[in-house]
């Protein structure tokens, strides 16, 4: 068994920066990588940033690339995501998805909200 939390959504002033956590328990020693979605309300589901775990090599959508940084910390099995230079636009919920025993997005996460007030 499987299972995402995220946390450290919330508020911010537009410009101002968070920090979102993403904690995987249970059986993850297959993982391929770890991604970040978000949707925003009446918007589909997009993709935002992904990070493996063997490389570490990083992706990003073009809409947050230079403002969003994805890490990873393989002894906590944390997956981060800095987000700078926030805009109204990033205003959404956002998910953390694992890779774990296939190249798919099997795994995800409740979501926490993410909001930036203009």
């Known amino acids: 068994q499987v299972q995402l939390v995220e946390s450290g959504g919330g508020l911010v002033q537009t410009g101002g920066s968070l920090r979102l956590s993403c904690a995987a328990s249970g059986r993850t020693f297959s993982s391929y990588a770890m991604g970040w979605f978000r949707q925003a309300p009446g918007k589909e589901r997009e993709f935002v940033a992904a990070i493996t775990w063997s490389g570490g090599g990083t992706y990003y959508a073009d809409s947050v690339k230079g403002r969003f940084t994805i890490s990873r910390d393989n002894a906590k099995n944390t997956v981060y995501l800095q987000m700078n230079s926030l805009k109204p636009e990033d205003t959404a919920v956002y998910y953390c998805?694992?890779?774990?025993?296939?190249?798919?997005?099997?795994?995800w996460g409740q979501g926490t909200q993410v909001t930036v007030s203009s």
């Open positions: 998805a694992a890779q774990i025993g296939t190249p798919r997005y099997d795994y």
